[in-house]
């Protein structure tokens, strides 16, 4: 018996979310009195790989395969469901990303296993089996019954507390079986921006709607972003309008990201877009309009024209900062 | 090629949902019904890719698994331009039935290129595109934010972190979509509403499986705190709370 975790790399890094999966995983496997054992696909470096150790993992294997180049659903699921049943792994986790959600349902009918996908909180309950989960895109939450004996699990992102746990994991590097042929999708491009902060792992997003006017005005959004260290984002008739890039929308239909802190200026606070930033830790809001529905959902609210307040907002924020 | 959408009847993304029964079901009343968001939209481009004779298409059709309640949901996606529509017969009970239920649909009958959601908006699983995809073995790409025919080949874009991907992807394959698919959603237009009510829509009866899952309650949203105002002229003081009281910067 184990918790079996899929933990995703990015050329051979981890990031945050790999270890908030890790610590969930150990949580867990500290409910089941089982151990975690962390699996990773493509090469890691040992002092990379190690870090998992950091957050509880007990085993880490590394899986390699020089002809691995590319992610393929089918190719993973099949690692992966080998490991869960060379295991015995009675609980699958993965992160609630792109992979993960390309790869847990995949892993549900394999391995025969009920998908709690974007659980948000450990088990309310073992037996049966209770997971916490979002549904009508945060306007409530369901406590979802999982009755198979495996169980896969995809955890949402930033929902879960990093805990460091430090232990000596025994690491193994494994050539995955893995035959080449079996992969029928191919991809004959990568188009890629470095550098940028992705708006799905930013702790901090600073968000612009169409009170923002137009797209000349973004001046003081994008430095407030370099102050602070965040992402920028915008509301769903902003990309359309084309003034900020359509990977900046957020909502329903875009984006759905959960940051330690969401600036919202200029957004009305529609339902379709809270859809997306509704679990947001924090959110501030800047409108003209004090009836606004984002003051709803915000903590902390600026009634006021943004094209005044922002300046002076960039300005308190360098002056703090400089200290 | 033929092309096979399949389409989730949820409420109205505007809806503000509320339970009874000891908060263990949804309360229906006055809700409206409506394709899930990137149904519609994986829809609206399955159309537009049949509207250009040089790609090849056949024909859409919808598939919903859902009880008799739910074909005004099936018959707007026909006024919207679907050819023709099957619906399996049986309450969705989680998503593992219903990728069963679809999978079936695509033994009796095949398609070529099959459209899922990235996720539903009621229960946000994510769960049924590539759950599909592994019963029938088939290939499948997530994260689709394109899909294009040149000459005859399918050609995929997939969002990854930071960028995109342009995969060529083998006959059949499920995409399963998100963001970038189509612009707008297609609107019904008189015509294909009259025409709608003589589609062909065809029921068949689900295959007898168990569910792996159940919501057994829900709960609301935690109400959060009460919005703190900050003066307009002194936005200082907001950067002072988020640093000493949420310790959040
Ligand atoms: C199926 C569906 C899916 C959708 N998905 C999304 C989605 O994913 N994301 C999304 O964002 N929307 C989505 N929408 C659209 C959504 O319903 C709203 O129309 C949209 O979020 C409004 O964007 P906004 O807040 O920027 O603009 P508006 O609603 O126009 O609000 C602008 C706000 O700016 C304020 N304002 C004006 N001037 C100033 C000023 N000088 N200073 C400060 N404030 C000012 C106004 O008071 C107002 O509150 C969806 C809609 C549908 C039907």
Same mark, same amino acid.
């Given at each position: 018996?184990?918790?079996?975790?899929?933990?995703?790399?990015?050329?051979?890094?981890?990031?945050?979310?790999?270890?908030?999966? =890790?610590?969930?995983?150990?949580?867990?496997?500290?409910?089941?009195?089982?151990?975690?054992?962390?699996?990773?696909?493509? #090469?890691?470096?040992?002092?990379?790989?190690?870090?998992?150790?950091?957050?509880?993992?007990?085993?880490?294997?590394?899986?390699?395969?020089?002809?691995?180049?590319?992610?393929?659903?089918?190719?993973?699921?099949?690692?992966?469901?080998?490991?869960?049943?060379?295991?015995?792994?009675?609980?699958?986790?993965?992160?609630?990303?792109?992979?993960?959600?390309?790869?847990?349902?995949? +892993?549900?009918?394999?391995?025969?296993?009920?998908?709690?996908?974007?659980?948000?909180?450990?088990?309310?309950?073992?037996?049966?089996?209770?997971?916490?989960?979002?549904?009508?895109?945060?306007?409530?939450?369901?406590?979802?019954?999982?009755?198979?004996?495996?169980?896969?699990?995809?955890? #949402?992102?930033?929902?879960?507390?990093?805990?460091?746990?430090?232990?000596?994991?025994?690491?193994?590097?494994?050539?995955?079986?893995?035959?080449?042929?079996?992969?029928?999708?191919?991809?004959?491009?990568?188009?890629?921006?470095?550098?940028?902060?992705? +708006?799905?792992?930013?702790?901090?997003? *600073?968000?612009? !709607?169409?009170?923002?006017?137009?797209?000349?005005?973004? !001046?003081? *959004?994008?430095?407030?972003?370099? +102050?602070?260290?965040?992402?920028?984002?915008?509301?769903?008739?902003?990309?359309?309008?084309?003034?900020?890039?359509?990977?900046?929308?957020?909502?329903?239909?875009?984006?759905? *990201?959960?940051?330690?802190?969401?600036?919202? *200026?200029?957004?009305?606070?529609?339902?379709?877009?809270?859809?997306?930033?509704?679990?947001?830790?924090?959110?501030?809001? =800047?409108?003209?309009?004090?009836?606004?529905?984002?003051?709803?959902?915000?903590?902390?609210g600026i009634v006021g024209?943004?094209?005044?307040v922002?300046?002076k +907002?960039?300005?308190?924020?360098?002056?703090?900062?400089?200290? | 090629?033929?092309?096979?959408?399949?389409?989730?009847?949820?409420?109205?993304? %505007?809806?503000?949902?509320?339970?009874?029964?000891?908060?263990?079901?949804?309360?229906?009343?006055?809700?409206?019904?409506?394709?899930?968001?990137?149904?519609?939209?994986?829809? %609206?481009?399955?159309?537009?890719?049949?509207?250009?004779?040089?790609?090849?298409?056949?024909?859409?059709?919808?598939?919903?698994?859902?009880?008799?309640?739910? @074909?005004?949901?099936?018959?707007?996606? /026909?006024?919207?331009?679907?050819?023709?529509?099957?619906?399996?017969?049986?309450?969705?009970?989680?998503?593992?039935?219903?990728?069963?239920?679809?999978?079936?649909?695509?033994?009796?009958?095949?398609?070529?290129?099959?459209?899922?959601?990235?996720?539903?908006?009621?229960?946000?699983?994510?769960?049924?595109?590539?759950?599909?995809? @592994?019963?029938?073995?088939?290939?499948?790409?997530?994260?689709?934010?394109?899909?294009?025919?040149?000459?005859?080949?399918?050609?995929?874009?997939?969002?990854?972190?930071?960028?995109?991907?342009?995969?060529?992807?083998?006959?059949? $394959?499920?995409?399963?979509?998100?963001?970038?698919?189509?612009?707008?959603?297609?609107?019904?237009?008189?015509?294909?509403?009259?025409?709608?009510? %003589?589609?062909? /829509?065809?029921? $068949?009866?689900?295959?007898?499986?168990?569910?792996?899952?159940?919501?057994?309650?829900?709960?609301?949203?935690?109400?959060?705190?009460?919005?703190k105002f900050v003066d307009p002229e002194n936005p200082r003081q907001l950067?002072?709370l988020?640093?000493?009281?949420?310790?959040?910067?």
């Amino acid at each position: 018996m184990s918790v079996l975790i899929f933990v995703e790399n990015w050329d051979g890094k981890f990031k945050k979310l790999s270890f908030e999966l =890790i610590s969930y995983g150990a949580k867990l496997a500290e409910m089941l009195h089982t151990e975690v054992v962390a699996l990773t696909i493509g #090469a890691v470096e040992n002092a990379e790989l190690k870090k998992l150790g950091n957050y509880g993992a007990a085993r880490i294997i590394n899986a390699v395969n020089d002809k691995i180049n590319v992610f393929d659903s089918q190719a993973y699921t099949s690692i992966i469901a080998g490991f869960a049943r060379q295991e015995a792994s009675t609980i699958v986790a993965l992160s609630n990303n792109n992979m993960g959600k390309a790869i847990a349902p995949r +892993l549900s009918v394999q391995l025969k296993a009920g998908l709690g996908a974007g659980v948000s909180k450990l088990p309310l309950g073992l037996n049966p089996f209770i997971v916490y989960k979002k549904v009508y895109s945060g306007n409530a939450f369901s406590h979802l019954v999982i009755k198979t004996e495996i169980k896969i699990l995809t955890l #949402a992102q930033n929902s879960f507390e990093l805990i460091e746990t430090p232990n000596n994991a025994v690491i193994s590097t494994i050539t995955a079986e893995w035959n080449p042929e079996s992969i029928r999708t191919r991809v004959s491009e990568v188009q890629k921006q470095s550098g940028k902060i992705l +708006l799905t792992d930013a702790d901090v997003v *600073i968000s612009g !709607g169409r009170g923002m006017k137009s797209s000349d005005n973004w !001046g003081p *959004i994008v430095e407030l972003a370099e +102050l602070l260290g965040a992402a920028t984002a915008c509301s769903r008739p902003v990309s359309d309008e084309g003034w900020r890039p359509h990977d900046e929308h957020t909502g329903q239909t875009g984006k759905i *990201i959960a940051p330690n802190l969401y600036f919202a *200026i200029g957004i009305s606070g529609a339902t379709q877009h809270l859809a997306g930033v509704s679990s947001s830790k924090f959110i501030v809001a =800047i409108n003209t309009d004090k009836d606004a529905p984002i003051f709803s959902a915000a903590q902390y609210g600026i009634v006021g024209d943004a094209s005044k307040v922002l300046p002076k +907002l960039v300005e308190a924020v360098k002056e703090i900062k400089g200290k | 090629m033929k092309i096979l959408v399949c389409i989730s009847n949820v409420p109205d993304t %505007t809806t503000k949902v509320k339970f009874i029964d000891d908060f263990k079901k949804l309360d229906t009343t006055g809700i409206q019904w409506v394709i899930n968001p990137w149904d519609e939209l994986s829809l %609206t481009r399955a159309l537009e890719l049949k509207d250009d004779a040089s790609n090849g298409i056949q024909s859409v059709t919808v598939a919903h698994v859902g009880l008799v309640g739910s @074909e005004p949901t099936i018959r707007k996606a /026909l006024a919207i331009g679907a050819d023709d529509a099957i619906r399996v017969n049986a309450d969705p009970a989680d998503a593992y039935f219903v990728a069963v239920q679809l999978a079936n649909v695509l033994k009796l009958d095949s398609y070529d290129l099959i459209f899922c959601g990235i996720e539903s908006s009621d229960f946000n699983g994510s769960s049924v595109g590539a759950m599909l995809a @592994e019963f029938l073995e088939y290939p499948s790409v997530s994260s689709v934010s394109g899909v294009r025919i040149e000459n005859g080949v399918l050609i995929i874009n997939r969002e990854i972190d930071g960028g995109k991907e342009i995969l060529t992807v083998p006959i059949p $394959v499920v995409a399963i979509v998100q963001k970038g698919i189509a612009r707008e959603p297609r609107i019904a237009a008189m015509r294909g509403i009259m025409m709608a009510r %003589t589609k062909p /829509l065809k029921v $068949v009866e689900p295959i007898i499986v168990d569910s792996f899952t159940e919501i057994v309650s829900y709960e609301m949203p935690k109400p959060r705190a009460a919005c703190k105002f900050v003066d307009p002229e002194n936005p200082r003081q907001l950067i002072e709370l988020l640093q000493n009281e949420a310790k959040i910067i």
